[in-house]
């Protein structure tokens, strides 16, 4: 098993950022690869950005991938996925999860194994 736990959510203004954290403990967390998902009010919940267990492989959507950047520090056990620039429409809930690193870093969202509770991000006037 692997427990995972989201922090770093809140409310800002258009163009402020944000840093969420991800930690996992249980089962080798650092072995896994690690994806940040979002889910807006009435939509379905999308992938964000993910990366490898070794950071070898990162990647994000194209709607985001000049403003966030995802990173991980293994000896803390923790993902961040950094929000920069932040806009209205990335207003969600943002979950991380965890997926075997042997199966890359899929959109879908049926390929990951453990996810935290999420935490809110709103950005609004």
């Known amino acids: 098993q692997v427990q995972l736990g989201e922090s770093g959510g809140g409310s800002v203004q258009p163009g402020g950022s944000l840093r969420l954290l991800c930690v996992g403990s249980?089962?080798?967390?650092?072995?896994?690869?690690t994806g940040w998902f979002r889910q807006a009010p009435g939509k379905e919940r999308e992938f964000v950005c993910g990366?490898?267990?070794?950071?070898?492989?990162?990647k994000c959507r194209t709607l985001v991938k000049d403003r966030f950047t995802i990173a991980r520090d293994n000896d803390k056990n923790t993902v961040y996925l950094q929000m920069n620039s932040l806009k209205p429409e990335d207003t969600a809930v943002y979950s991380c999860?965890?997926?075997?690193?042997?199966?890359?870093?899929?959109?879908?969202?049926?390929?990951?194994?453990?996810w935290g509770q999420g935490t809110q991000v709103t950005v609004s006037t």
């Open positions: 249980g089962r080798t967390f650092s072995s896994f690869g």
């Open positions: 999860a965890a997926i075997p690193d042997e199966m890359g870093l899929p959109f879908a969202e049926r390929f990951y194994e453990y």
């Open positions: 990366i490898s267990w070794n950071s070898d492989n990162v």
